[in-house]
Every structure is written in structure tokens, then in C-alpha cells.
């Protein structure tokens, strides 16, 4: 299995201190792998990752992320709004600049729910070809359920017998059922739910959530999740860490942060880290205690998640009920990471046949 190596810059660590000396290259020093780069734009977050291969995994060399909500309104209307439009090639020409910075071999961008959805999706995409040099590539739910899974690979405990990895998005959710298989696990099946914390906050509100409105917000997410449970499958009976759950989303991230009580986010100590569910529900009490501009000051949240940040504790509950593991493990690794060892593959490949 990968393993995927932490987001430490190398810029940072080869920057050289003012009046230092440098060293003389070596004849004969092999040259650096080369670099690779993974696009994902999601209903809510524009993030890439780049990096090259370390080892059995990789090393990032660069990384962005911004929350673009290229998916609001999409609900309503079916269409892309121009304003979600600007800000997303506003942070498209960011990773773009950062591709070309870098000096990336091979990259690959994809998009997910919201263009999959949208109807004008089609002209976005040539706006961004034109305006970025992107190639967006809207991949299937069953591909992006995949890609996840093979990102979140290095996270599983083989002492478990069965796993359910989730990403709770901007516009769906995606629910991976996994099995063991002698010393590996593989994908047995994959659904797509069609709900968010976009298109659940704007249904039910985000900024201002009485308690009971909220259970009201929980149950929803399970009467519509329950239907596709059976195509899942349900939890082993008798549990005892039989079954992993990992969830890979900015929602439990945030969580796990908010229980570290992490003066700002890091990813070193969130990143496969095991959270009880009671941890998950004191964190939860503590954010529907708090007012809106109180969660706007939170760090780990801050203004662009404070009203989509309880809408993803609702279909987190939901998901915990329904899968009572009683812990969870925090992934903050995911579709991109799937990306990455997919281009690299190939490269990999070579190096293991040149050593023979």
C-alpha cells in the first residue's frame, strides 16, 4: 500500500540560510523524480496537490485549496451562477500558475458533483480550457468513489474485516464499502447520495440552527440515506472492530481540529487520527452552542465553512447511526492523493524494473 507522506514543502527545507556556502554538486547525482500534479474541483473547494514520488508513496512539493461553493444555487436553478463561475477560475488560475511554476511532468484535473449536475456546465469548461489551459475532466461518481478509496488505502487497519470509507462533499456524498481480502482490502460496491453540505445548508439553513431543528436536519439526511444502505450493507452484527469507518471531508477534519482545540488548522495532527463517537458528539454539542459569528472566529472553521459546518455534523450523525462503529478515522487525504498514484504509477513501475 502507498505510503503517503505529509505535506511538507521541499522548497522550505532546501531554502539555504542567508551567507551560506554552496555545496559543489556532486558528478554523477542522479536527477529528482519528476513532479506531478492532481486538480480537484468540487461543489464547495477547489484544491491540488502537487508532488513527486518518495518511496512507496510521494512527497508534497506544493498545495492550494479554496473554498469557491462553485455549487450554490445549483439546486434551484440547475446552472452554474456567473459568480460562482469567477471565483472558481479565480482559484483555477492559482493551481494553473502553480502547474506551471513547478515544472509538472503529467497532471490531471477532474471535477465532481456540481458539473456533473449543472447544465451550462459545458461552456464552463471551455471557459476555463481558454482562461486557464485546464483540462477539467468531470469524472463519474463510481470513479471519484474509487480514486478516494485508493487515496484513503494507507489508512486502513488490517485487523479489520470490513470498512465503510465516506466524503461528505458540497453537493453529494459518497458511501464505499470495502472488504478485506487476504492481506489487502478491495472496493465491493460505492453509492453516491445526492446531498451536501451546499445544497443541505440552503435547504435547511446554516447560519442560525435551533437544536431541534437540527435533529429535524439528521433525520432528513437519514430518511434519504436509508434506501441505499441495503446497497451498502449493513455492519457486521457484534461489531467489535470488525468494521472501519474513515471519513475523508473538510466536516471531520474540522471536527478532529476542533477536538485537538488546535489554535489553527495542521494537518500532521489530524490526518489518521481515531475520534470516538462521543468525542465527535461533544464537538458537535459544543458548535451548535455557538452563534454563527462565534464559529466565524474559530479558526479551523472561519467564515467560508460557518454556515456549512453543521450540515455536515447532520450527515455525519446520520451516518454514525446507521453504522454504529463506535470511532472513526480522520482522512485528510482523499481523491487528490488517488490521483497522484495513479500518474505516478507508471514512473513507479520503471524504477522497480530498473533495480530489478
Known amino acids: 500500500m502507498a505510503d503517503v507522506t505529509g505535506s511538507t514543502s521541499e522548497a ?4 539555504r540560510q542567508p551567507g551560506a556556502r554552496r555545496r559543489p554538486r556532486r558528478a554523477g547525482k542522479k ?12 461543489t464547495n473547494n477547489c484544491r491540488l496537490l502537487v508532488a513527486r514520488p518518495h518511496g512507496r508513496g510521494f512527497r508534497v512539493v506544493d498545495a492550494f485549496s479554496r473554498i469557491v461553493r462553485l455549487g450554490e444555487g445549483l439546486a434551484e436553478r440547475r446552472e452554474l451562477s456567473q459568480a460562482a463561475i469567477d471565483r472558481t477560475l479565480s482559484a483555477l488560475k492559482v493551481c494553473a500558475r502553480k502547474i506551471r511554476r513547478n515544472g509538472v511532468s503529467r497532471a490531471r484535473s477532474v471535477a465532481t458533483e456540481a458539473c456533473r449536475r449543472a447544465r451550462n456546465c459545458g461552456d464552463f469548461l471551455t471557459r476555463v480550457e481558454r482562461e486557464t489551459g ?5 469524472i463519474s461518481a463510481r470513479e471519484e468513489a474509487d480514486l478516494a478509496f485508493k487515496g484513503c488505502l494507507p ?16 453537493g453529494s456524498t459518497e458511501l464505499i464499502r470495502l472488504e478485506r481480502d487476504g492481506d489487502d482490502h478491495r472496493l465491493l460496491t460505492s453509492v453516491s447520495l445526492p446531498f451536501g453540505v451546499v445544497n443541505l445548508s440552503e435547504r435547511f439553513g446554516g447560519r442560525d ?8 436536519m439528521v433525520a432528513s439526511v437519514a ?10 450493507g449493513p455492519q457486521t452484527p ?5 468494521m472501519q469507518l474513515i471519513g475523508t471531508s473538510g466536516t471531520v477534519t474540522t471536527l478532529a481540529a476542533m477536538h485537538l482545540r488546535l489554535p489553527r488548522y495542521d494537518r500532521t495532527k489530524v490526518d489518521g487520527r481515531y475520534l470516538s463517537f462521543a468525542d465527535l458528539a461533544a464537538v458537535r454539542g459544543r458548535l451548535l452552542a455557538m452563534s454563527y459569528e462565534d464559529r466565524v472566529g474559530l479558526a479551523c472553521i472561519g467564515r ?11 450527515i455525519l450523525d446520520a451516518i454514525c447511526q446507521m453504522w454504529p462503529a463506535g470511532r472513526l478515522c480522520v482522512a485528510d487525504r482523499g481523491l487528490r492523493e488517488g490521483i497522484l498514484l495513479g500518474l505516478m504509477r507508471p514512473h513507479c513501475a520503471a524504477v522497480r524494473r530498473a533495480r530489478g
Open 12 to 15: 522550505g527545507r532546501q531554502r
Open 31 to 42: 536527477p529528482a523524480p519528476p513532479l506531478y500534479a492532481a486538480v480537484d474541483l468540487g
Open 134 to 138: 485546464l483540462k477539467l475532466e468531470i
Open 155 to 170: 489508512l486502513l487497519d488490517g485487523a479489520a474485516r470490513e470498512g465503510l470509507v465516506f466524503d461528505i462533499g458540497g
Open 209 to 216: 440552527l435551533a437544536p431541534s431543528a437540527y435533529q429535524t
Open 223 to 232: 430518511e434519504m440515506m436509508a434506501p441505499m444502505t441495503d446497497r451498502v
Open 238 to 242: 457484534g461489531g467489535n472492530g470488525q
Open 304 to 314: 467560508d465553512r460557518a454556515d456549512l459546518v453543521l450540515a455536515g455534523c447532520a
